[in-house]
């Protein structure tokens, strides 16, 4: 019988190689007493060092879509939501791959949520984020993001800044993080 029913998705393996950070969900039965288990729903996002069997969980929750910053220090991932939510008790936003933009560091700690400046509530709504470069991460907004509806966004962390990035000179996208295009 397996100790677990544990699914794993969203897999994005570390910079250098040695790490994996994934979304888990499912059931997991752990020991408690000498004859005695218990089973656990465990969700939420997760790493694993790529040479050892087991995993640390970083944040609880619908917790996914991560993304390793270029030295892999951090990770940045859609905090999502379940159930309950404007009124409507049937719309869990990881199951429409939207959330807020999170970070947290990779060993661990308490996450960093994003919110963009003019959000009508605590869901942003955002899709996928990928790192830019170690300060800049790059992710889509959806219809009601106050900054780039239906368009890809950047949030530069030294500022605390969130930009729409536009297309300005034919096929090459180009957004200015410190106020110069990059």
């Known amino acids: 019988e397996p100790l677990s029913t544990l699914r794993a998705f969203w897999p994005q393996v570390s910079p250098d ?6 979304y888990t969900e499912g059931l997991v039965t752990i020991p408690a007493g ?3 288990t218990i089973t656990v729903l465990q969700k939420g996002l997760s790493i694993s060092s790529m040479d050892a069997f087991g995993s640390q969980q970083l944040a609880a929750g619908p ?3 991560p993304s390793w910053s270029p030295h892999g220090q951090q990770i940045a991932y859609i905090c999502s939501w379940e159930g309950y939510r404007d009124g409507n008790a049937n719309l869990p936003g990881y199951e429409y791959n939207n959330g807020n933009l999170c970070i947290i560091n990779a060993t661990g700690g308490t996450p960093r949520t994003i919110i963009p400046p003019g959000a009508s509530s605590t869901f942003a709504e955002v899709f996928p984020p990928a790192w830019y470069d170690e300060t800049t991460i790059v992710y ?7 900054i780039c ?3 890809l966004c950047y949030y530069d962390l030294l500022t605390n800044t969130h930009g729409r990035i536009t297309n300005t000179a034919g096929d090459i996208t180009v957004f200015g993080v410190d106020g110069t295009n990059v």
């Open 149 to 151: 509806p239906d368009q």
């Open 63 to 65: 917790n996914f879509a």
């Open 34 to 36: 000498r004859r005695r």
């Open 140 to 146: 889509g907004g959806n219809a009601s993001h106050p």
């Open 17 to 22: 190689g040695t790490k994996l950070a994934f």
